[in-house]
């Protein structure tokens, strides 16, 4: 019996002083980590930085947190956010955000508003950290410019999914519930005001490549960029209409998109609506545009659901033979 507590009691000991050198090595990494950053010319504060979680769990806490890149012009704030790790599993991290966080784009400051909003990532063995899979989740998710508090946009409901397949390519998941759009936002895209105001639901199947893998330079240094993008799925529900779409093209080293996404459209006349009051599509157009639209409707058996590629290329992009102007650009910054 006193040797089954001495071997009891000399394990008890041994993982607390694994802990405590275990807590200090994590401590004394992200302290690293913050001194880099400043050295860069970045904003990176914290008030108060902690390790808390004995004898299971290491538990990051970090208070009044503040990361500013000069490079990008992007900042976040925080009161609170904390990343959480079994000590017995440390390439298994747990990353709690507070309910409420600021965003800054060199184009505006977003206040971020959630509840329970929290990513699972399971992390390669190795210096670079570089996420194997992950997931992300919130109960509820509000964004609203800090300059016009009354464009808010919100989602009921928001889960991504991501995971390391070959390489630098990715397989993505995402999936939101109720979005309500801001109402300029709204109004300019329906200002008949025959769709609710909210979006049911929308989500996505994408498998992804990049010019180099998401790790901890994605962070330090740049962010990769985008090379192919495979839309298995894309699927979204604004009342009557439902749009799905599928399809893959190439980005080239500017962030133009090259190649085709077909879409088909239940109620498609909707999206000749919405094309209209965006100002994507003349008004001198549109009458032969949906015209042209409805015939091949007709001829495909069903005048209400449609078939029909969106394409890109040399900067531009076109419904079907129609020309949409500029494509969007595809760049993290």
């Not at 990008?72 to 955000?97: C, K, M, N």
Request: no cysteine; glycine share 8%.
């Amino acid at each position: 019996m006193r040797a089954l507590l001495a071997v009891i009691l000399v394990a008890a000991a041994a993982w607390a002083g694994y802990w405590v050198i275990g807590s200090r090595a994590t401590l004394s990494a992200f302290e690293r980590w913050f001194d880099a950053r400043r050295a860069e010319g970045w904003v990176a504060e914290t008030s108060r930085l902690g390790v808390q979680g004995f004898p299971n769990r290491f538990d990051v806490a970090f208070e009044d947190l503040i990361l500013a890149d000069p490079a990008t012009g992007l900042a976040w704030e925080a009161p609170r956010f904390q990343i959480d790790a079994l000590s017995y599993r440390p390439g298994h991290v747990i990353a709690v955000w507070p309910d409420e966080q600021l965003v800054a784009t060199p184009q505006e400051k977003f206040r971020l508003e959630s509840r329970d909003m929290r990513a699972s990532l399971v992390i390669a063995p190795d210096t670079a950290l570089a996420p194997r899979r992950m997931t992300l989740t919130a109960e509820f998710l509000r964004v609203t410019p800090k300059a016009r508090p009354e464009e808010t946009t919100a989602l009921s409901a928001l889960s991504l999914a991501a995971e390391r397949q070959e390489g630098s390519t990715y397989r993505l998941g995402l999936r939101a519930e109720g979005l309500t759009l801001a109402a300029r936002t709204h109004a300019r895209l329906d200002p008949g005001g025959r769709l609710p105001d909210r979006i049911s639901g929308f989500s996505a199947d994408v498998v992804a490549s990049f010019d180099k893998p998401w790790d901890r330079t994605a962070i330090e240094r740049a962010r990769p960029q985008p090379t192919h993008l495979r839309v298995r799925l894309a699927e979204g529900r604004w009342g009557d209409l439902h749009l799905q779409a599928a399809g893959e093209v190439d980005v080239t080293q500017e962030g133009w998109p090259e190649g085709e996404i077909t879409l088909k459209a239940r109620n498609w006349r909707e999206i000749v609506t919405i094309l209209r009051s965006a100002g994507a599509l003349p008004e001198s157009l549109a009458g032969s545009v949906e015209s042209g639209l409805g015939m091949m409707a007709r001829l495909a058996g069903n005048p209400d659901t449609l078939d029909i590629p969106l394409g890109f290329g040399g900067g531009r992009m076109w419904l079907g033979p129609v020309p949409l102007g500029t494509a969007p650009r595809l760049r993290l910054r």
